[in-house]
């Protein structure tokens, strides 16, 4: 089936082996027959020429060889010309042929005389130079042909656009295109043709005519105004909503179709693309979200924001027609006008099948009965496009509908795949392939009714003739013209196949019965025991065929190593047909593709950085054979270790042995060893038997390739060795020092894999003790190293490793930092602009920008006891956050990272922001305002800071204020449209400007209770009412006067305060409760106690109590955190500010918590608060879960200079004073324990 490359030659001996004959004897001895000596000299004259032109062959390459590299070397330059002059490729052939044939026939003459011998070489001679001459001559004629064929179809190109197309006068891009009832361009250009007549050649004529006329009078090139093009498009833009427009395209399509000159063929591209975009946008508005298989920018402008007017839907009337002419259009049209009309026919079947489109499966079974081939390619692409609107669709009704369907056509299409299999015309592989396809949909929920009802009386057959046709369908040869073409369909219904058989093997091996039917969970099985150990055998033929030379696509390579990998984990399967032949699979057909092989050499060679891109590229990985075999052999040894591991550890010492003793010296194979190693150390690590040896295995194996210099790709590998195993147990510590000592050695080498290497592998031996002596002294040179690989290749590991390197250094980086920093940002930067221009996902780039955040957030870290480094780092991040800021399109992903960059910059800046920092604000501004609206919460901390640190500085500027308002009005405003997550972050940036703004922005107040007001009734979540509340009770602290005016007037006070009476028990963390007991201070010490809304007056008692509970919750939550700190030796181990929220927030099953249920109990005994009670009584939080919050930062508040009980104490002792027959009052209705605290916070605070 595959042709064999091997060499009928053996070894260079070969002709040695002969045996000599006796000069007398008629006939010479070879091997096991005789031949007469006429013959024998036959025989020979055939195996001398063939070893000749093999020999000269390989002396001409090394010639070619000798003068490549004289050329590369600068100081050969002087005698490059003569050689070039000298080297001859007849000459050197010829004379590589006469030599050898004199050495060969002087070692096996024989009994030729010499007449015989003479002969015998001018014989020789001439059929070489015969040879020879006819290969040139047959080149050149296929040069001359090649050369005449290019000329005559240029000819014809240029005839045919002189005699049939004409160019748009309107855009000059685009050629005019001719239908029934106008001519028009892509442009917007329409002319109807309503008059007899007018024709592309008609219009063509009378352009050229006008231009000529124009021209003669008038020199200026004639234009088109930019507002009649506009008019244009816009006219073209109106039609499409026009109804019996989409019908008019369609028309057009089918119309054209009858002709099959290339202008008709434009005008189908240019209508069916129109179309497509039509339908994809306008078929049906209400169902886009069913539409996964379409192009993301299709996707982009079909799905529509509720902000934008409702996109218009086609008309019934249109989709009726396009319902009943698509599929004729697809069998009519070319293939590349056929692909697109599949996307429209698939609009319609997500959109329409089966309620709008009943005759959709008979309209496909007529097709698949027809004779004509183009029907019957459509009615499979028609029935793979149903079949794939299921493929990933959830619920018992849409696998009733793929077992509705394959009932329907299976018989017919089991018929045609077995009629497809007679010949091997690319037609019927294509076909082929699509059937292979279509099963492979059919499957997707399972195995389909069509083929388990027989079951039930205990028959497979067809199961059977599925099996056996894909078989089949997978040992047809390539045709050899195809052989190297991995697009063509004889290879992709390769690839489908194995694609199939890998998914049924999966889903059978993990199948369990009670969640399929019986007759089901039967094939699963039935598979497993009989067709997956045949498809394996098969697979494994095609690998090793191509281990023989034989050219098999990657992709198909890897599927075939995934299926094994399936097999491995499959019991069965591995007990019937893998255990019998471990050895031969770990050695025959997994180490041959774990080797360093041809191809990697002659990319090391040519393009290192290329070679190291693949090596760590995660994408390459997917279908990298390389990375596909380690990953069957990884399987081996951890799931079938018992059986594998002692195989694979004998098999690799011996390579390693041997290479050791020269006794088998095989370089390219040590590499693919040490590779499985490096990849399988953590067996190695873990095993009693290899753990303590791995010392021994370094210095014997990996420590002598360091100095390598024949093979560099050893010195790079023993470089990755030793970081793999940097944890290893070491008896000597001198060995990890020697190791060290040979990395830094290979930062110097010449080779770039080799240096970039060696640095990655220097990171991972920067935790060791003695690494740090020995990498400080040379610490610049090393980070020098490190840019220098860094400009060789960009890479996240490379960059992960300056990130270790700067962890591990923090104290000496200082001098560095600014370069350190720049080269970050400067790498972030680029690769952030490329992602804006590229429309595919790299998750390489993404993994490296993150590193290159994550090097600059630990730089910046390292630095905090040293704000100047800050300042000079300002240069390098400000335009890097900025830059985030104005990229709307792409700077989503890197709100946060800006963000965390900006709070550094702000927050040790020894007090004074700089200028540069403050000129960010307007950008911070339209960016949260405008497309990073809802990331408000990574804003918090930087405002924070920009209003913390220099109070005044941001209040002299009314627009700071102003855009604070604005920042949170957009989601807390009563039309605000977000979600509570970021209203949150709004919440904490007002309380941060009633705290730190004092008598500063009363006219805000107003503003910031309003959006209070607005938002207290619509929480959901105890998170967000308690941030809410917070914000009242800043405002409070701020001026209560003023706060309480605004609440009384709008008559929402005893709703303002039952809601926060309700809410206390979620008031848990420490921050929580200072700000009640505060804001609680501020109105029981108010001096006009009188003036006080009537509700707080009639509950002042409660008021009082809730402050001395809140204050025994404080001084108990403190003692806690005290003990945690004792306990874990943590200071960082809990946090009393904003930390877990959600579990503070909620008992954590949507129970209301035993305290809130204690807290009403109490309050019904008083009938003062009966509405207070009753609130509380029917929360709505009773029977509600929180949901998930982000983890609130940590900030430095003004509150926090204030003592609460001290605070408390003073606000009582007015309270006594103010209102002394309400403070009798109070203190009479509190209980003794309560009479105590008041009377002990009292007096402390009197003392103070």
């Not at 047959?138 to 290019?150: A, F, H, K, M, T």
Request: negative net charge; glycine residues 2%.
């Amino acid at each position: 089936m595959f042709p064999n490359h091997s060499s009928p030659f053996q070894s260079p001996s070969f002709f040695a082996q002969q045996p000599s004959s006796s000069e007398g004897n008629e006939t010479i001895s070879s091997g096991h027959f005789s031949l007469p000596r006429e013959a024998s000299i036959k025989v020979r004259k055939t195996e001398y020429k063939q070893v000749l032109k093999a020999r000269a062959i390989e002396n001409l390459k090394d010639k070619r060889k000798l003068l490549r590299d004289q050329v590369r070397d600068p100081f050969a330059a002087h005698h490059l010309g003569s050689s070039l002059e000298e080297f001859n490729p007849y000459d050197e052939y010829m004379n590589a042929c006469r030599l050898e044939l004199e050495r060969l026939m002087a070692q096996d003459k024989g009994s030729m005389t010499d007449d015989e011998y003479n002969e015998l070489l001018w014989e020789l001679q001439q059929e070489v130079e015969t040879e020879f001459r006819e290969e040139d001559e047959e080149q050149l004629r296929e040069y001359e042909e090649q050369q005449r064929l290019e000329a005559q179809d240029m000819e014809e190109l240029i005839n045919f656009y002189e005699k049939s197309v004409f160019l748009c006068p309107l855009c000059k891009k685009n050629n005019l295109l001719e239908t029934k009832h106008s001519l028009c361009c892509k442009c917007g250009l329409r002319i109807p043709t309503s008059l007899n007549g007018l024709s592309v050649k008609f219009v063509s004529q009378q352009v050229i005519d006008c231009y000529g006329e124009h021209k003669s009078q008038c020199n200026k090139e004639p234009k088109v105004l930019a507002e009649q093009r506009a008019e244009a498009e816009k006219l073209l833009s109106d039609w499409k909503h026009v109804k019996g427009f989409p019908s008019a395209i369609l028309s057009l399509i089918l119309q054209s179709q009858q002709d099959s000159s290339q202008q008709s063929l434009y005008i189908q591209q240019a209508g069916v693309i129109f179309l497509k975009n039509l339908a994809v946008k306008h078929y049906d508005t209400t169902r886009r979200s069913l539409i996964d298989e379409f192009d993301d920018d299709q996707l982009e402008v079909a799905v529509d924001s509720n902000s934008l007017p409702p996109i218009p839907e086609m008309h019934p009337e249109d989709k009726q027609f396009l319902r009943e002419n698509i599929l004729r259009a697809m069998i009519l049209s070319p293939h590349i006008v056929q692909n697109q009309l599949c996307v429209i026919y698939q609009v319609i079947v997500y959109s329409d099948y089966p309620v709008n489109w009943l005759s959709l499966v008979d309209e496909i079974i007529n097709m698949l009965r027809s004779n004509g081939v183009n029907c019957v390619y459509a009615a499979l692409l028609a029935l793979y496009g149903l079949l794939k609107r299921y493929k990933n669709a959830p619920g018992e009704q849409y696998r009733i509908a793929v077992n509705d369907i394959v009932d329907r056509t299976f018989d017919i299409v089991t018929g045609l795949f077995q009629y497809l299999l007679s010949q091997n015309t690319d037609e019927f592989a294509s076909m082929r392939t699509l059937i292979t396809k279509i099963v492979w949909c059919a499957f997707s929920l399972g195995t389909p009714r069509y083929y388990y009802w027989e079951v039930k009386e205990g028959k497979f057959d067809r199961f059977n003739k599925l099996m056996e046709m894909l078989l089949e369908c997978y040992k047809i040869e390539v045709p050899p013209h195809h052989i190297e073409n991995v697009d063509n369909p004889h290879w992709k219904v390769k690839k489908w196949v194995g694609h199939f058989a890998y998914r049924l093997l999966i889903t059978s091996s993990t199948l369990e019965v009670k969640e399929i039917c019986q007759e089901e969970a039967t094939i699963a099985q039935y598979f497993v025991s009989q067709w997956s150990v045949k498809f394996l055998d098969l697979f494994l033929q095609l690998v090793q065929f191509n281990l023989k030379g034989a050219f098999v696509p990657y992709r198909i390579v890897t599927l075939s190593f995934r299926y094994l990998d399936a097999c491995v984990a499959n019991p069965d399967v591995y007990k019937h047909s893998i255990a019998s032949r471990l050895q031969s699979l770990i050695v025959e057909y997994i180490f041959p593709y774990l080797t360093f092989t041809a191809q990697d050499a002659e990319m090391w060679e040519y393009d290192p950085q290329e070679w190291l891109r693949i090596g760590y590229d995660l994408v390459e990985d997917l279908w990298n054979t390389r990375m596909n075999a380690m990953g069957t052999l990884s399987s081996l040894l951890k799931v079938r270790r018992k059986d594998a591991f002692p195989i694979y550890l004998q098999y690799v010492t011996q390579v390693l042995t041997s290479y050791a003793d020269n006794t088998n010296v095989n370089p390219q194979l040590k590499d693919g060893v040490l590779y499985s190693i490096g990849n399988t150390r953590q067996l190695f690590l873990k095993n009693n038997m290899t753990k303590d040896k791995l010392e021994e295995l370094l210095l014997m194996f990996v420590y002598p390739e360091f100095k390598n210099e024949t093979c560099p790709y050893l010195r790079a590998r023993a470089c990755w060795m030793l970081g793999c195993f940097a944890a290893a147990p070491f008896k000597n510590p001198e060995t990890p020092v020697q190791g060290m000592q040979l990395i830094l050695d290979c930062l110097k080498d010449k080779q770039i894999p080799v240096r970039v290497q060696a640095g990655l592998g220097l990171s991972c031996l920067l935790h060791l003790e003695s690494a740090t002596q020995h990498v400080r002294p040379i610490l610049p040179q090393l980070l020098d190293v490190y840019m220098n690989i860094m400009n060789e290749m960009e890479h996240s590991t490379v960059v992960q490793s300056i990130e270790l390197l700067v962890e591990a250094f923090a104290e000496e980086m200082e001098p560095y930092a600014v370069n350190i920093c720049s080269r970050m940002a400067a790498a972030y930067l680029r690769l952030f602009e490329d992602e804006g221009d590229n429309d595919v996902d790299n998750v390489e780039e993404d993994i490296l920008m993150d590193n290159c955040i994550h090097t600059i957030m630990t730089l910046l870290e390292s630095f905090r006891s040293k704000p100047s480094v800050y300042r000079q780092l300002e240069p390098v991040l400000l335009p890097l956050i900025a830059k985030i800021l104005e990229s709307h399109d792409q700077g989503y992903d890197y709100v946060e990272s800006a963000m965390d960059m900006l709070v550094y910059l702000t927050y040790h800046c020894n007090g004074s922001i700089s200028e540069n920092c403050w000129n960010l604000l307007p950008t911070i501004y339209n960016a949260f305002s405008g497309w990073a609206y809802d990331f408000i919460g990574y804003l918090v901390a930087p405002l924070d800071n920009y209003i913390s640190t220099d109070t005044q500085k941001f209040l002299s500027n009314p627009d700071h204020v102003t855009m604070v308002y604005h920042l949170c009005a957009k989601h807390l405003a009563k039309d605000a449209e977000t979600v509570e997550k970021e209203a949150q972050g709004a919440c904490k940036i007002l309380s941060c400007m009633l705290q730190h703004c004092k008598g500063a922005i009363d006219s805000e107040i107003p503003k910031y209770l309003e959006m209070v007001m607005c938002q207290i009734d619509l929480a959901e979540t105890p998170a967000f009412t308690v941030l809410l509340l917070e914000v009242f009770a800043d405002a409070i602290i701020y001026n209560m006067e003023l706060a309480l005016s605004y609440v009384e007037s709008k008559q929402l006070t005893l709703k303002l305060f039952t809601k926060w009476f309700q809410s206390l028990p979620y008031f848990k963390r420490i921050y929580d409760k200072k700000v009640a007991v505060l804001a609680f201070s501020n109105i029981i010490g108010y001096a006009n106690f009188a003036n006080l809304p009537k509700p707080l007056q009639e509950n002042i008692s409660y008021i009082v109590s809730a402050c001395v509970k809140l204050l025994v919750e404080m001084n108990e939550l403190k003692q806690k955190v005290e003990e945690q700190k004792q306990n874990d030796g943590d200071e960082n181990a809990f946090y009393d500010d904003y930390d877990s929220e959600e579990d503070e927030y909620n008992d954590g099953n949507g129970q209301p918590s035993k305290q809130l249920t204690l807290s009403v109990d109490a309050l019904k005994q008083d009938t003062n608060l009966k509405k207070i009670v009753e609130a509380l009584t029917n929360s709505a939080y009773d029977a509600q879960a929180d949901e998930d919050i982000d983890e609130m930062e940590v900030f430095d508040s003004p509150i926090d200079k204030f003592d609460e009980k001290v605070y408390f104490g003073k606000a009582m002792i007015a309270f006594s004073s103010n209102a002394a027959s309400v403070f009798q009052k109070v203190i009479s209705q509190s209980s003794n324990e309560d009479k105590n605290a008041l009377q002990q916070l009292m007096n402390h605070a009197a003392q103070q």
